[in-house]
């Protein structure tokens, strides 16, 4: 058995791009490989800022041989007498054998003629010389290039190739690079050591590379980082200030990684402690240091209670420079903390009254006017949703406070220089003049949630101030005519609509959005009478996009698609959905635990077999009580009676309100499926389409009423087996 190296070599590549293309590149090799019929071992990924590679163990020499059945014509047509007819011999040239070598087998359809054909197996290095350009372009990621006079593209410019099947080298030929690459053995090592290097075998890759400071596996690279990190926190008393995003980032930025421990001069712990953690880690790539047991208070105004003044990063030099490398990540730091100090000074030099005038200034989006503009729509909204949510009396005023502050740093310079800390530096702005700290926790808080996995607001008024951000970014970009299409969203609209359900799931608050949003664009049409709005047509469309965004939600929560479209599916309508958000969720959950305690299917039992008569019923859909609907006295036989009993009872659930009637909904009604198996199947069973269309219509009707007491819960036409 042979072992396989293909390594790309590039300049420097984006750090995701090392990330995301090992994973491809496996996928890739692995159909490839399964598709030649070469059975392998394992196939192993690494890369590092300057390569890519694959290696493959427990290739077989050759490919296996393929052996296929070739059907052909009918055997009547094929021989005549036991001799062959020109339809055999031409079917058996085709296939590379003699008519003698045909074999009659019988078939569906009758006997017929099948000749078996073997391809040999090529040599192993042949099949994969053919591979491997193919390999290399079907790699995908952002912003490809092209370089020289070539045609081909990949993310950086490619200047080396490694191909080896054990000691002999694949050739392979790159033509349509500038200048075109050929495969040899010949690699590279750190970019500070000069000179190729040769890697003698597949299986001696690593170690060849580790001789000359690469180590090229990255999840090895990984582990020692994170161990090296992690020491260093615990030699200094700290925590690490570590977003796995960042870890990610650290990991592919180096092939030798190098740990380095740098200080932060005293006097910028006076500046707020997300200024400088947004410094080192977004612009710089350090590692913060917490202090352990540093009290978490996001409206801090220095960051001499939370961070350690010194800072952790990876070098990617040689050990002999550490020290250097050390000063030079501390000059940079200081200058750029001193930069963001000079930028908090210029900005406590003004009021946070004055930037909320400066909004004015700046254009929001053409048609909808400035920030100031925007900043009005969101407190008109604050004031709405205060006006329709249980939110407390303080929590009120604190929002409707804030709403109009909100955006005021964004005109700030601090924000202008490091846009990730708007709302951060608003709410610490307004702390610092006299705000209490409920105004300021809101105006941080309303950009929550940032992005999936990011947390929620953990106030009534941040949340209160979210949702109005949220619902005003939607009021106005479709107010546009704009619409998310495929990939495009510029306005991240889809994130906007998750954020808004999923702070009313966590606040458990029940919204009417549909009479929210009536009243809502009944006010940007006036608001706005140059976009022309249309309210009813507008709300439509943005309950629409909710309904997408919600059942979105839940199929990333978990639930099965099938539990999501009999809850929030097209047939569900708009108004019975979005009159309360959190109904919806409450019910699809409610269905999760019947299927996954296996109760389910007795339920989905019940409601389907009389859903399928139900459909022939006289029967309005809302009508959920057998009171004034059945007529006992129709009735022929006790199962009737039987199944209006359980009627009876499921009524004063499905007419409840609240999401606390579901269960006991549900329960009653995997209890009846023995009193309804009785009406169809038992010795009292009826004829539900009998003759007597009084009688027919009466039994219809009880059916009925049971498919619509179970479609308070769901439409169960829409479960799967």
């Not at 106030?459 to 106005?476: I, M, P, T, Y």
Request: aromatic share 4%; charged share 25%; with cysteine.
């Amino acid at each position: 058995m042979a072992t396989f190296l293909l390594e790309i070599g590039t300049e420097e590549l984006p750090a995701d791009f090392v990330r995301l293309a090992q994973p491809q590149l496996e996928a890739i090799v692995a159909r490839d490989l399964r598709e030649a019929r070469l059975a392998c071992d394992s196939i192993r990924t690494g890369g590092t800022p300057r390569r890519l590679a694959v290696t493959v163990t427990g290739l077989p020499r050759e490919q296996e041989d393929l052996v296929e059945d070739r059907k052909g014509p009918p055997a009547q047509q094929a021989f005549h007498d036991g001799q062959a007819t020109q339809a055999a011999i031409g079917f058996a040239r085709r296939c590379g054998c003699s008519p003698d070598q045909l074999e009659i087998r019988e078939t569906d359809k009758g006997p017929f003629v099948f000749a078996r054909t073997t391809e040999a197996g090529r040599p192993t290095a042949e099949v994969l010389a053919g591979c491997i350009p193919g390999w290399i372009r079907s790699l995908q990621g952002r912003r490809f290039m092209r370089w020289g006079a070539g045609d081909g593209r990949f993310s950086r410019p490619l200047r080396w190739l490694v191909a080896l099947l054990d000691e002999a080298v694949v050739p392979v030929a790159l033509s349509d690079l500038d200048p075109p690459l050929a495969s040899d053995r010949l690699s590279r090592g750190h970019r500070l050591h000069a000179g190729a290097v040769t890697i003698p075998s597949a299986a001696g890759y690593a170690a060849a590379l580790e001789a000359a400071d690469v180590q090229v596996d990255r999840e090895a690279r990984g582990a020692a980082i994170r161990t090296a990190l992690e020491a260093a926190a615990t030699a200094a008393g700290a925590e690490l200030d570590l977003p796995e995003a960042l870890f990610d980032e650290l990991v592919d930025l180096v092939e030798s990684p190098r740990l380095i421990e740098g200080s932060i001069d005293a006097e910028y712990l006076a500046l707020p402690p997300e200024v400088l953690s947004t410094v080192m880690r977004s612009h710089q790539r350090y590692v913060p240091l917490r202090l352990a047991d540093a009290p978490a208070d996001p409206l801090a105004l220095e960051a001499g209670e939370a961070l350690m003044p010194r800072f952790l990063c990876l070098s990617n030099g040689l050990a002999a420079a550490a020290d250097t490398i050390r000063r030079g990540n501390e000059r940079v730091l200081r200058a750029r903390l001193a930069d963001a100090a000079f930028f908090l000074a210029a900005d406590r030099r003004q009021s946070s009254a004055e930037r909320v005038e400066g909004l004015d200034r700046v254009t929001f989006a053409e048609g909808l006017g400035s920030l100031a503009d925007r900043s009005q729509r969101l407190a008109w909204l604050a004031d709405l949703l205060c006006r329709r949510l249980p939110v407390g009396d303080a929590a009120a005023v604190a929002a409707r406070r804030a709403a109009p502050l909100c955006k005021h740093d964004l005109v700030s310079q601090m924000v202008g220089e490091f846009p990730e800390l708007q709302g951060v530096m608003g709410a610490k702005y307004l702390l610092a003049e006299g705000e209490s700290r409920a105004v300021a926790l809101a105006v941080l808080e309303h950009y929550q949630p940032r992005g999936a996995g990011d947390a929620l607001p953990g106030s009534e008024a941040g949340a209160v101030l979210a949702l109005a951000e949220r619902l005003e970014l939607l009021l106005s970009i479709f107010a546009r005519g704009e619409r998310p299409s495929g990939s495009s969203d510029p306005y991240a609209l889809r994130r906007a609509g998750n954020g808004l359900l999923q702070i009313l799931w966590d606040r458990e608050w029940s919204l009417d959005l549909v009479g929210l949003m009536a009243e809502a664009t009944a006010h940007w049409q006036r608001l706005l009478p140059e976009l022309e709005v249309q309210p009813l047509a507008l709300a439509a469309d943005l309950l629409d996009f909710l309904r997408q965004r919600l059942a979105s939600l839940l199929e990333e929560e978990g639930s099965s698609p099938d539990l999501v479209q009999a809850v929030a599916g097209d047939g569900v309508s708009l108004e019975r959905l979005l009159r309360d958000p959190a109904d919806a969720r409450a019910r699809v959950e409610l269905l999760r635990r019947l299927r996954s305690g296996g109760s389910l299917p007795v339920v989905q039992a019940v409601v389907q077999r009389a859903s399928r008569l139900a459909e022939q019923a006289d029967l309005a859909a809302d009508l959920v009580s057998p009171e004034g609907v059945v007529d006992p006295d129709l009735f022929g036989s006790p199962s009737e009676a039987a199944v209006l009993t359980v009627l009876e009872r499921l009524a004063v659930h499905a007419a409840a309100t609240g999401t606390g009637r579901y269960e006991p909904l549900a329960r009653l009604l995997g209890e009846s499926g023995a009193t309804l198996a009785a009406f169809f199947d038992g010795p009292d069973s009826v004829m539900v389409l009998c003759d007597e269309p009084e009688v027919r219509r009466n039994r219809l009707r009880l059916l009925a009423v049971l498919r619509n007491q179970a479609a308070v819960l769901a439409d169960f036409s829409r479960l799967g087996g």
